[in-house]
């Protein structure tokens, strides 16, 4: 017989906490079953663990498993495990008070909190999920025997303000929740939860992975179901328990990894390379990563969603933890199971989480570490993967410090060494010249742009390789990267590129050198002063064998094509001047040269500077400033030349 009923009222501040749990705290209501659940879960590993350490504890664990049992009549819907139960002390102690100590601190803390989720992330360090049941029920009964005793005990509240305990014998060991449910609200988020779709469906976005069955009895025959929702034979399982996270690698298959990356990433193509990983010690957490071999539409898009998905003890966290992945990583998909999280930890205290923040660092060395293999084992695959992520992983140059070596390593770029196969740094830094201690680029649109420009024509005639980027991110990186393995990068557009060595030079060639720049002194100081609007220095080329003049700035200036991307972000800029190279050997410069000498005061003169200076300025692919003026010149003089 049962003894007499006890009626405890909660503590003043518990009652308010409670409220806010009930009325607050949790968005989505769904997730009071993934709660409920996820204690029957824990209250099973305790059996288990229990039963192997204490071998005089008689109970049975051939079949620990989880029900889920709906009486539509009745309105209730009970979760039931045969787990290690509960004691009259532990349902007072767990269940009867919200927290043991600085419950009203934690109040505090959670009126002052500014939206829900930082009030849910409170909430979730003092595990009162149990509480989420009443948010969809007006009244909760728990049940409970704790394994090696022989009485039970009742609890039951409406969660206003007191609850019931008493004793109750003949209950099995382990816990049953029952919730006297509302009815459904589709506008306070309230659902259908006596459909049997609906249970389905909460278990399998939530509970899919936990260790222990799900099951659910079979609906009588005439029981109010959903369509499609046929009575079984018998119980039906409703999770799979295919955590492939926490299986030895050895013991998945290729298939099963495949299947399971479809699954999570809807992507119908196989990932093309799997990362399987452990961690144990103060953090213990599994992870399953998965590099897809294909880009998704909205790589590039503000709005996608980013991350991995997060489960704690293989309960279904959150979708898109942005917290464990870079941004350049955004294409990896996968699972990061953690073991010593609360179930309701919010994205803000991930942010800031020192263990998270480990965990981060950890799975990018593994991400990173697996390219680096692939790139080496699979060369072909690699420079497929390398087309469509190429440009997001360089962007980790950019956010990434504490692994520039390591992305350095992976970058493939475009070069005047080969027409169509890109080459790595590495590469690159094994073909350079005898005494080339310099990595040089070009960054611009496209790769007939780079090709086609004056800057390239020294160095295709001296037969130094150039790395083509024609990727945006680029004129971000090799702005901020140094080096590679102690080579400088070096843009050719940029600063005083001299492919002569004047150490080796005889006195004759210097001699030569100054005598044409004092030949040209006053040229130049003319052009300079002509064309002071548009230009900051000019001077003679080393760099030009065909063409006549060239634009280059200066080492630490923003090239053009940077400066326009600041500007379209709305970032206003003064112009940045750059320095106008002439070819002293180009016919035209001669012509020039001569002309000026003769007469310098020709009016004529002041256009054909401008000539030059647009014309350099569209062998680049640069815009002119005033496209009309310039054409009105050009076709002035071609005119007078017929």
């Known amino acids: 017989m049962a003894s007499p009923t006890e009626t405890l009222e909660f503590q003043a501040e518990t009652r308010q906490l409670l409220q806010l749990v009930i009325h607050s705290i949790y968005s989505n209501k769904d997730i009071f079953l993934r709660e409920l659940i996820s204690n029957a879960s824990d209250a099973l590993d305790k059996l288990r663990l229990e039963s192997l350490t204490d071998t005089g504890l008689a109970v049975d664990t051939s079949d620990l498993h989880i029900s ?334 504490d692994n520039t070596d390591a992305l350095l390593e992976l970058v493939r770029a475009a070069s005047t060494n080969d027409p169509e196969q890109a080459t790595t740094l590495r590469e690159y830094v094994a073909r350079m010249k005898d005494g080339q201690d310099t990595i040089y680029y070009l960054t611009g649109e496209n790769r007939q742009t780079v090709e086609s420009s004056p800057h390239m024509e020294a160095f295709a005639a001296k037969g130094y390789e150039v790395l083509i980027l024609t990727d945006p991110v680029d004129e971000v990186w090799t702005d901020q990267v140094p080096a590679f393995d102690g080579h400088r990068f070096q843009s050719i557009a940029k600063g005083q590129v001299d492919l002569d060595d004047d150490a080796d030079a005889g006195d004759e060639a210097k001699a030569e050198k100054a005598q044409r720049e004092k030949d040209f002194a006053d040229l130049l100081g003319w052009l300079q002063t002509t064309l002071g609007e548009h230009v900051k220095q000019v001077r003679l080329s080393t760099r030009l064998t065909t063409s006549a003049a060239c634009l280059v700035g200066d080492a630490h200036d923003l090239t053009p094509t940077l400066e326009k991307m600041y500007r379209a972000m709305g970032q206003e800029l003064p112009p940045v001047k750059r320095i106008l190279e002439l070819n002293p050997g180009h016919p035209l410069v001669t012509a020039l040269h001569q002309a000026h000498r003769a007469k310098p005061d020709d009016p004529a003169l002041a256009d054909t500077a401008e000539l030059v200076h647009g014309s350099a300025l569209l062998a680049e692919g640069g815009d002119l400033p005033d496209p009309a003026r310039f054409t009105r010149l050009l076709t002035d003089r071609l005119s007078r030349s017929l």
């Open 68 to 401: 889920l049992e709906v009486d539509q009549e009745a309105r209730t819907l009970t979760v039931r495990d045969n787990g290690i139960g509960m004691t009259r002390d532990d349902v007072v102690d767990l269940i009867g008070t919200i927290a043991k100590s600085g419950t009203a601190g934690l109040l505090a803390k959670i009126k002052e909190a500014k939206d829900a989720e930082a009030a849910q992330s409170l909430i979730g360090q003092f595990g009162v999920g149990f509480y989420s049941a009443f948010m969809v029920a007006d009244k909760v009964t728990l049940r409970t025997r704790r394994a090696g005793t022989e009485q039970g005990t009742t609890w039951e509240s409406d969660g206003e303000g007191t609850y019931t305990v008493a004793q109750a014998d003949g209950l099995p060991v382990g816990t049953s929740v029952t919730l006297h449910l509302k009815p459904a609200d589709t506008e306070d988020g309230l659902g259908d939860y006596l459909a049997a779709r609906k249970i389905r469906q909460i278990v399998k976005q939530y509970s899919d992975f936990i260790r222990w069955p799900i099951r659910m009895a079979a609906e009588p025959a005439g029981a109010n179901t959903d369509a499609g929702d046929a009575a079984a034979d018998g119980p039906e399982t409703l999770n799979s328990m295919k955590a492939l996270w926490a299986r030895p690698r050895s013991e998945v298959t290729d298939a099963e990894y495949s299947e399971f990356y479809q699954q999570i990433s809807h992507d119908w193509r196989p990932p093309a390379e799997t990362v399987h990983m452990r961690a144990e010690g103060t953090f213990e957490y599994e992870a399953l990563l998965f590099i897809p071999a294909h880009a998704p539409f909205d790589l590039f898009s503000r709005d996608a969603k980013r991350g991995v998905q997060l489960y704690v003890k293989r309960v279904f966290i959150m979708d898109d933890c942005d917290a464990l992945m870079p941004d350049y990583l955004r294409f990896v998909k996968g699972v990061v199971d953690a073991h010593d999280l609360s179930l309701n930890v919010s994205r803000e205290i991930l942010q800031h989480d020192r263990q998270i923040t480990a965990v981060r660092r950890r799975l990018v060395k593994k991400v990173l570490a697996a390219l680096k293999t692939m790139q080496t084992a699979k060369a072909d695959a690699y420079a497929e993967l390398w087309e469509q992520f190429g440009r997001v992983i360089k962007e980790g140059l950019i956010a990434d410090r």
